[in-house]
């Protein structure tokens, strides 16, 4: 397994020095499973001084995912599922309204319209999951020519959410992602060429290292060594496939994401999103990536660039070693 960097230099006559020649260095580091190019450049991630966002999320008025307006503005299942909308603990799930796919379902997280996501607890994350994947095994079950599967959040609108009320949406299909299929053709070949898991050696290699950041029950933590967004970190669970995995390895997702959540906002973020993967297949197990978002204010920039939308690379401001030991203290 290579970890490959490279650097590269910028010199140009800067006004901030009076016009004398000065160089910047750019970091450029290559995924080691699918030679994915990311950037770590100082300031590429604009943070306000402060921001105010009460008067937003406060506004619960015709909220569709609050408890009094559920039942009457959200849509049930079909006869197959047994069950209008589903429910564990806090968390209630029914179809998603404007589906992505064949199969597209929705989790409400908490029963209070807005939480800031570092008061997103395990518990509330556990619910979720636990409703997102019985609608996951429901759909394998009903429908055999399934393949891929992800629980996915946007966490306010600098993170793509159009409702401030936290959820989930699942996604379901016999096509996967591109990322999804990028993904699983790459760990196939590294298993053809290696004859084990890349997940489960990733974790080997890494633990102990400086992106390492530690466990939650069998699920291992590390920052992304070639980030895809900002403060990209990756939970691996144990080298197995989707329908194999238990209760412990759900609360090991569920404990890990307000930790890393809560380093988040003690670096001054409040957005995020969330993926996990989910292929029936042994040489991807289930797979968590957490990305911060620019921060949601009146104001808020996109930190999706040209770079992101259409070349697909990571251009960050903050390399993986240094935000793996932040989030390491929450562990």
């Known amino acids: 397994m290579e970890f490959n960097a490279y650097s590269q230099s910028a010199t140009f006559n800067s006004p901030l020095a009076d016009f004398k020649e000065v160089t910047e260095t750019v970091d450029v580091r290559e995924d080691p499973l699918t030679g994915r190019i990311a950037r770590i ?8 001084d402060n921001y105010e966002i009460d008067a937003v999320v406060s506004d619960d008025e015709g909220c569709f995912f609050c408890p009094e307006n559920v039942e009457e503005a959200t849509p049930t299942y079909p006869d197959w599922m047994d069950v209008d909308r589903g429910s564990h603990g806090e968390a209630t799930s029914f179809p998603n309204l404007n589906p992505y796919g064949s199969y597209s379902n929705v989790v409400v997280l908490t029963e209070t319209h807005f939480q800031p996501m570092e008061q997103l607890t395990a518990t509330q994350f556990a619910d979720g999951l636990t409703a997102a994947l019985a609608y996951v095994d429901a759909v394998f079950d009903h429908d055999e020519d399934v393949t891929h599967a992800s629980v996915n959040m946007n966490f306010l609108r600098s ?29 196939r070949r590294y298993r053809d060429a290696e004859g084990s898991t890349y ?23 590390l920052a992304a060594f070639a980030p895809k967004h900002h403060r990209h970190v990756l939970a691996v669970a144990p080298d197995t496939n989707c329908a194999e995995m238990g209760r412990e390895t759900i609360e090991g997702f569920a404990t890990g994401v307000p930790n890393v959540l809560a380093a988040y906002a003690d670096a001054g973020l409040n957005a995020f999103n969330l993926v996990l993967h989910l292929v029936d297949d042994p040489a991807l197990p289930p797979v968590m990536s957490v990305v911060a978002r620019s921060v949601f204010d009146e104001y808020y920039w996109s930190d999706s660039p040209f770079f992101t939308v259409l070349h697909d690379e990571g251009v960050i401001d903050t390399s993986p070693e240094t935000y793996a030991e932040q989030v390491r203290t929450e562990f």
């Open 159 to 187: 993170a793509g959410s159009s409702l401030v009320h936290p959820h989930l949406q699942t996604v379901i299909d016999d096509l996967g992602t591109n990322q999804q299929r990028e993904l699983l053709a790459a760990s």
């Open 41 to 48: 450049v100082d300031g590429a991630f604009v943070m306000p």
């Open 199 to 221: 997940w489960a050696d990733l974790v080997d290699v890494e633990r102990g290292g400086d992106r390492w950041i530690g466990t939650a029950g069998p699920v291992g933590w």
